[in-house]
């Protein structure tokens, strides 16, 4: 098998997957074109900390479950806290990802920033989604 | 896991027949000789060798003389490439393909542009995969020494206008040269009516080894030495011969065209079933390539806002074995160049079930098209 148990278990049964109504941030990544799109949504409470996030993905195997990794990792924390998250540590938490797919730990990453810079921009007045589709992990 | 699993990655690589490999195993134990010895063990080794050259001339109405062993499609396609555009220099500098090739053909050209001075026309194949002898005439210039266009593709399956292709060229007076890797064995082929000059093709696609491969020459036409060293293959590939390899190769191009007419009508209509059993119950779903020209034993489709790898990795787990693309870019992250050709955009997933059977593997046969299509249709949906 191409991926170890821990990213097959988080394939076969995401985590968090899914969508909130009345998000109070919500991050987009990725683009068509390299295969991968990733829509992170958090909510975020009176203290700054994230009580729940859902995420909608469309994607290969490890696209799947760095979201649902990432989101395990992000839930019930801080904002200050999940944006300390890096890439490497949802690879680690997933037992290891094969090397042409660690750039969708990097969009994971991403992700969580983005929806992040989403709950900042509306408390400051902003709407809408944040996208962010230059991947930055690969030329697309 | 003693869940059956249903391969339908034929075109990716074949398990070997029975039949073949104990045709094989006497040539690694008792019959182990050196084909160039003198004596007994060597000599018996020899006229092994002989007969299997006599096996797949015969598969695709070629002279013995005229086949070349090599260690599969891939050098096949690399040798015939860099040899005639080597042997032919003097007369010109210009090769005529496609932009479906398998990497050994295109990778191959970039490598001449790059450092032999060739140029190359790549013709664009229309959206079920093909090109026709028309566009390659009109690309026909006094320089060309080489046409390479596949007898069928590996990922949709689409045949090729071969004979057309194989008179215009003998008309200009051109070579002409076809990867005919996923035909051999699968679909008629025959050299001589069809006027091509070089082919290529590997025994693992066709129930046999793998690490095993021919290039046909037609007489008369130069190559030069392929590998340096001993009088091996007539002094063109140096090395001692792969000998259980080739004695695999004989024995499984033998039964592949004995059995081909009738194969080809079963599996031909058992895919057509597990396409009809997805086409009704997946919406969104597509055949990608030529439904009238095609390997008996493809089958490539798309599924519109599904990506591909996730669903390969669900109908692994459902038992199910495809591919999205060539086995050999299944490291790159790249869609794959012959969708892109036939106008697909990328985030259309293809899964490849293509296959072909010789009616005793695991497989089609083994189960119901019906209720395979079902469990696409359901992974599909959980995705």
Redesign the interface.
Known sequence: MLYSERVMDHFEHPRNAGEIEDADGVGQVGNAKCGDIMRMYIKVDENENITDVKFKTFGCGAAIATSSMATELIKGKSIKEALKLTNSAVVEALEGLPPVKIHCSVLAEEAIKAAIDNYYQRKNGGEGVTVNDACAACEH | MSKRRIYMDHAATTYVKPAVLEAMLPYFTENFGNPSSIHTTGQLARSAVDRAREQVAAAINALPQEIFFTGGGSESDNTALKGIAEAYAKKGNHIITTNIEHHAILHTCEWLEKNRGISVTYLDVDDKGRVTAEQVEAAIRPETILVSIMFANNEIGTIEPIAEIGAVCRKHGVLFHTDAVQAVGAVPVDVVAMNIDLLSMSAHKFYGPKGIGALYVKKGVRVPTFIHGGAQERGKRAGTENLPGIIGMGKAIELAVANMEESSKRVAALRDRLLKGILETIPDSRVNGDTEHRLPNNLNMCFR?I????LL?RL??AGIEGSSGSACTS???D?SHVLLAIGL???FAAPNLGRRDDGRGRGLRACDPARNSENIARNVANI
């Not at chain 2, 990506?307 to 996730?310: P, R, V």
């Open positions: 806002y990506e591909g790898e996730a990795l692994d787990l490291g790159s992250l869609p955009r990328p985030w």
